[in-house]
Nanobody
Framework: QVQLVESGGGLVQAGGSLRLSCAAS????????MGWYRQAPGKQRELVAGITSDGGRNYADSVKGRFTISRDNVKYTVYLQMNSLKPEDTAVYYC??????????????WGQGTQVTVSS
């Protein structure tokens, strides 16, 4: 069993910053890829940022230069530092992890979601 607990969402003004955290716990030895997705009302879920086990990063074009993803492999936690926030960043943000299991099969897990609202 794996549980993801998100925190850090909230209401901020345009230009402000937030730092999201997602901590994984349960019966596993390591975590492969970790990432953040978001979904705004009436829109499709999109990948915001991802990070591989060796630290490789990728970002959606809309957040490049403003958001930074990082991870702590001791605490099994992924972070998303969001700067220069815009109203269009308003969405529910979900963390996502991929964990290898015995036999080589990989499983994906999702956080409960945290609301980020950016006012103009």
């Amino acid at each position: 069993q794996v549980q993801l607990v998100e925190s850090g969402g909230g209401l901020v003004q345009a230009g402000g910053s937030l730092r999201l955290s997602c901590a994984a716990s349960g019966s596993f030895f390591r975590v492969n890829a970790m990432g953040w997705y978001r979904q705004a009302p009436g829109k499709q879920r999109e990948l915001v940022a991802g990070i591989t086990s060796d630290g490789g990063r990728n970002y959606a074009d809309s957040v490049k230069g403003r958001f930074t993803i990082s991870r702590d492999n001791v605490k099994y936690t992924v972070y998303l530092q969001m700067n220069s926030l815009k109203p269009e960043d308003t969405a529910v943000y979900y963390c996502h992890v991929i964990i290898p299991r015995v036999g080589g099969r990989q499983y994906e897990y999702w956080g409960q979601g945290t609301q980020v609202t950016v006012s103009s």
